[in-house]
């Protein structure tokens, strides 16, 4: 079991950018896979990056190029940078953990592209 709190999000101009962060209440090392989805108003929730307990990543058509995912292990901390930001990445992002077939999930954390 694992308790995930996102934080970063926020209003920011066309062009520029942010860092989500995604830190666990246990240790992240020993989790197979975590990653970032997203959800836009009347849209589903999609995956926007996702990364191995071995590093590594893989990343949607969307965003590739742009965002970088990454972990910090002795932070038991993920984090999201995401550059070159458009108002389509305006979105409640999510972190995600799964452990032993389990879904985890934050509550989100919002992210909003002005043009």
């Known amino acids: 079991q694992v308790q995930l709190v996102e934080s970063g999000g926020g209003l920011v101009q066309a062009g520029g950018s942010l860092r989500l962060s995604c830190t666990a209440s246990?240790?992240?090392?020993?989790?197979?896979?975590m990653g970032w989805y997203r959800q836009a108003p009347g849209n589903e929730r999609e995956l926007v990056a996702r990364?191995?307990?071995?590093?590594?990543?893989t990343y949607s058509d969307s965003v590739k190029g742009r965002f970088t995912i990454s972990k910090d292990n002795a932070k038991n901390t993920m984090y999201l940078q995401m550059n070159s930001l458009e108002p389509e990445d305006t979105a409640v992002y999510y972190c995600?953990?799964?452990?032993?077939?389990?879904?985890?999930w934050g509550k989100g954390t919002l992210v909003t592209v002005s043009s």
């Open positions: 246990r240790s992240i090392s020993g989790i197979g896979t």
């Open positions: 995600h953990a799964m452990i032993l077939l389990i879904n985890y």
């Open positions: 990364i191995t307990s071995g590093g590594m990543t």
